[in-house]
């Protein structure tokens, strides 16, 4: 049995308390209770089936990440002016996850912490101020990073793009021009890039950086074409310019085959920021990069933060890669999203409505269109299939500029069961939908 508020009297004390610019998940929201493995339970006594939060990276209340923050934080937590093993443990561990060139790392609490991080050290490091983005990109949440976010600025209660942010068009496959060669779709793309070098140029600027998603997830999912990132890397490191992997969704081995979304690319970056999975939940962020770009960025100014690094929070960093490394779930992200792309594209052929299947490792999307011809973005199905699945037992969501792409990212520890149940409630939901249901 559940103590605690209602579900209605929680909404209506977050609407009596809480910012209103603060959404929440569901037109009927859902109040959970406890969270295990690859289930949330809710105060009903429900289960879901958690595909979609990829915070909690191994898994709801890891045993192993739990017992390292609970041991960490009965002993010591404190700043990171004082001597620790930990932080120092925690470094090792992390940057032999790299290419032996990114070898020095900084700690934050989020994601927005590290981006922010990085837009200091690359404009000190340049001493520029020009960046490169991609279209529909989301970076981070303080306006500094909302002006580096075409999701944010050019929406609703966005103010546009400011004179120092450059958008390049989003690398999408998908809705390429027909005529485009896919062997082409790499230098096609790229060429947007090279305008936007070509636009500053004429202003009298050059790029301080290039800031993208390994694999653009905001953007719906988007995976990039083969040569794409080597090709823009080249013209912005030409320009002057440093390059960013903004791995916060896609990285810690999400994508299977390897570490980083961004080794899928053949590149390597002078900085990569991180969250999100990092510490299962726990509010931790990272930075690495350089040596280069971290001894031009020591220039007398110091970078602390309260929190960031502290012994409790590299505690679970360590323990996420224990569980990451000893359970061998790069392979298990690998052989069960392949398993799962493998079924959806099955499923393409029974359901019209599916334009696109893509997925690596375990980060995965199903874009939905009205017509496979016209690829007229299929919104109001998306959101229908999303809420179907959510009433069967399964939480995903819906991503892109036109809010049509299912987006997948559920827990690295996600079984052949897991998927199986995941696949049969989706073709459930869509067969009820396609026959006027819900
Ligand atoms: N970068 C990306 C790609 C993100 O998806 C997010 C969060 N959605 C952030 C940065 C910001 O992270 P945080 O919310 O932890 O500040």
Not at 122 to 147: K, P
Not at 197 to 215: C, D, H, Q, T, Y
Not at 366 to 394: F, M, N, S, W
Request: proline share 5%.
């Amino acid at each position: 049995t559940q103590t605690g508020l209602s579900r209605a009297e929680i909404v209506a004390e977050r609407k009596a308390k809480l910012l209103p610019n603060l959404s929440i998940s569901y037109s009927e929201p859902i109040k959970f209770v406890r969270g295990e493995g690859v289930w949330l339970i809710d105060d009903r006594g429900r289960a879901y089936l958690d595909c979609f939060n990829n915070v909690c990276h191994v898994g709801h209340a890891h045993p192993h990440v739990v017992e390292a923050i609970a041991t960490q934080a009965a002993k010591l937590n404190t700043n990171t002016r004082y001597l620790h093993d930990n932080i120092v443990a925690y470094s090792e561990r992390l940057t032999a996850t790299l290419p032996p060139e990114l070898c020095v790392a900084a700690f934050a609490c989020s994601g927005s912490e590290a981006n922010s991080l990085m837009l200091r050290m690359a404009r000190t490091h340049t001493g520029r101020e020009e960046a490169i983005v991609l279209d529909w990109a989301y970076h981070g949440t303080t306006q500094e990073l909302i002006d580096l976010s075409p999701y944010k600025y050019k929406r609703k209660g966005g103010k546009g793009r400011k004179p120092h942010v450059f958008e390049a068009v989003i690398p999408d496959s998908y809705r390429a021009p027909d005529d485009w060669p896919v062997e082409e779709h790499a230098k096609r793309f790229a060429a947007s890039v090279a305008e936007q070098i070509e636009a500053m140029r004429k202003e009298g600027g050059a790029p301080a950086f290039f800031l993208a998603e390994s694999i653009p997830s905001v953007a719906g999912q988007v995976f990039l074409p083969e040569g794409y990132l080597k090709e823009v890397y080249a013209m912005v490191r030409a320009a002057g310019g440093i390059c960013v992997a903004d791995e916060v969704q896609v990285g810690f081995g999400r994508v299977g085959s390897h570490w980083w979304a961004f080794e899928t690319q053949g590149v390597v970056p002078d900085i990569v920021t991180m969250g999100k999975p990092i510490g299962n939940a726990h509010p931790m962020a990272a930075l690495v990069t350089t040596r280069e770009v971290a001894t031009s960025f020591n220039n007398g100014m110091e970078y602390f933060n309260t929190f960031g690094g502290n012994p409790v929070s590299c505690a679970a960093g360590l323990a996420v890669l224990d569980v990451i490394e000893q359970g061998d779930l790069r392979r298990n992200a690998s052989e069960i999203g392949a398993y799962l792309v493998e079924r959806f594209r099955a499923m393409q052929e029974r359901h019209e409505s599916i334009g696109d299947v893509r997925g690596m490792g375990l980060f995965l999307g199903i874009e939905l269109v009205e017509d496979r011809r016209t690829k007229v973005p299929a919104t109001a199905l998306a959101k229908k299939i999303c809420d179907g699945v959510r009433r069967r037992g399964a939480l995903m969501g819906t991503e892109g500029p036109h809010d049509n792409v299912l987006k997948m990212r559920p827990p690295m520890i996600f079984t052949r069961a897991d998927a199986d149940l995941l696949v049969a409630l989706l073709e459930e939901t869509f067969e009820a939908v396609e026959a006027g249901g819900q």
